[in-house]
């Protein structure tokens, strides 16, 4: 019998961003002010890495950080109420009683306009640019990551530490190289490779290898027929990732970050001014091995079941709004065979649906999704313990975004049926951009299963999870 105590107990999951603490030394404290003009940055792609591993995408304001006190070294070229520019020498003045003192304050806060806590000029990126210099020598974009990640158990399940139980060292390193060529008529080939690490125990306890390709395709784009891809390509299907660290059911089951072997069309229309509706067709011939899922979720995650053959279709129309605001409103379909070679579990067609929402006004985020997955799954699904052969599932989020900090909210759910089982997953944190390049996600996380076969109700996940993600 399939021990299901252990694998909800070693039983782990994430999925996509964070940064650094910044601390100050002793009684320092200092305040970002944006004033200068932004700094450049990528562009953000449609690529995985976006979804995944949580790619900034936002312009950071370029800011001076300057000292609190009352004992500015050269008050006439620093004169902001008594402050010190950082570029200021911290040598003790009139009324000063040692340098420490130019730094008189012990409080922190963030500016509601800046992009990021520190400023683009700041030494945690320039010595990590400095570091990581040998990837400006290729002559097209290249991007060096990690996510490091702490839970701190708060309900007893014995999962706490760096990483969980089954899941120990960092989440993830990982290398993005997208080379290109632009031809004469302005359309373009190109590829892209996505290739990620570990340096403990495996990404999965269903794939042994501690190195693997997230996404590896090539491409050929034109303004009138869309973007070609082949080769191990995202499935576009649903909502792309979720605003917290830890996964929702979609992404749990199978269909957020989860990447096969086939050929993929993509383009987006503009219908007029205040309408585009992005497309996306594509055909799969066999499963990638691994997505986000954990054992006895989808297909993937269970030795001798195979995704194949398998067509997902996407359409999302995008309004913007009187007021400025934004809505996409997607709806998905798919179909493909599940082959099976466990006794007992017979092959058979799956079939899903699914629609969404992403809106935006201002610095407000809602988003919402809804999955029916019909047909075969695994002969012992995660939260039943049977060969469900129907599962709806939805999720909701919410987000809002005060300068460098988001605040924001997940509750995700499915429901099994024939067998009966559930899944509840919800967490409530805030995303900080430290700097530019790094993050720090800081959330409670709760993840429950009710209704298995073999445990009943059992907590895979409680407790404070402390997330740093850089990219460069």
């Known amino acids: 019998m399939l021990n299901f105590r252990a ?118 990126d320039g010595l990590m640019k400095k570091a990581l210099a040998p990837k400006d020598w290729f002559d097209f974009p290249v991007n060096v990551g990690g996510w490091h990640w702490w839970n701190i158990d708060t309900g007893g399940v014995g999962n706490g530490g760096y990483g969980a139980a089954g899941f120990r060292g960092t989440y993830a390193y990982y290398v993005v190289g997208q080379p290109s060529v632009t031809l004469e008529d302005g359309s373009k080939i190109g590829g892209f490779v996505f290739f990620a690490g570990r340096d403990g125990d495996p990404y999965r306890s269903y794939y042994s290898r501690n190195f693997w390709f997230v996404e590896g395709y090539a491409s050929y784009s034109n303004d009138e027929l869309g973007t070609l891809k082949g080769g191990l390509v995202n499935t576009r299907f649903g909502l792309d990732g979720y605003l917290g660290f830890i996964g929702t ?136 313990g049977g060969p469900s052969n129907r599962i709806t599932s939805f999720t909701t989020e919410a987000g809002y975004t005060v300068g460098p900090v988001k605040y924001r909210g997940v509750y995700s759910a499915s429901y099994d049926a024939n067998p009966d089982g559930r899944q509840n997953i919800w967490s409530l944190g805030t995303v900080t951009q430290v700097t530019p390049n790094v993050r720090l996600f800081t959330e409670y996380s709760e993840w429950t299963v009710d209704g298995n076969a073999f445990v009943g109700q059992a907590t895979i996940i409680e407790g404070v999870q402390m997330v740093i993600h850089w990219q460069y």
Not at 87 to 114: I, T
Request: aromatic share 10%; glycine share 8%; with cysteine.
């Open 7 to 124: 694998i909800l107990s070693s039983a782990v999951a994430v999925t996509l961003a964070g940064t650094t603490s910044v601390f100050a030394d002793g009684p320092t404290s200092f305040v970002v002010h944006p004033e200068a003009e932004a700094a450049a940055v990528l562009e953000p792609s449609d690529s995985l890495v976006d979804r995944i591993f949580g790619k900034s995408a936002v312009t950071p304001v370029v800011a001076e950080a300057y000292y609190e006190s009352d004992c500015c070294p050269n008050s006439e070229t620093s004169p902001r109420a008594g402050g010190c520019s950082l570029a200021d020498s911290c040598a003790a003045a009139v009324g000063c009683q040692s340098d420490s003192a130019c730094a008189s304050e012990a409080w922190f806060r963030f500016d509601s306009e800046a992009k990021s806590v520190l400023p683009a000029d700041n030494p945690i």
């Open 249 to 384: 059911a979609p992404y749990f089951d199978g269909f957020i970050q989860d990447s096969d072997y086939g050929v993929s069309w993509e383009k987006t229309h503009e219908v007029c001014d205040n309408l585009s509706v992005d497309t996306f067709a594509q055909f799969f011939f066999h499963d990638g091995e691994w997505n986000g899922s954990l054992a006895n979720h989808d297909a993937e995650s269970v030795a001798k079941l195979h995704e194949r053959n398998t067509a997902v279709i996407r359409v999302v129309p995008k309004w913007t709004l009187e007021d400025g605001s934004t809505l996409a409103w997607g709806v998905s379909g798919m179909v493909g065979n599940i082959d099976s070679d466990i006794a007992g579990f017979s092959s058979g067609t799956r079939s899903v649906w699914g629609t969404d929402f992403d809106y935006y006004k201002g610095p407000l985020n809602l988003r919402g999704e809804v999955l029916q997955i019909n047909g075969p799954t695994v002969p012992n699904r995660f939260a039943s």
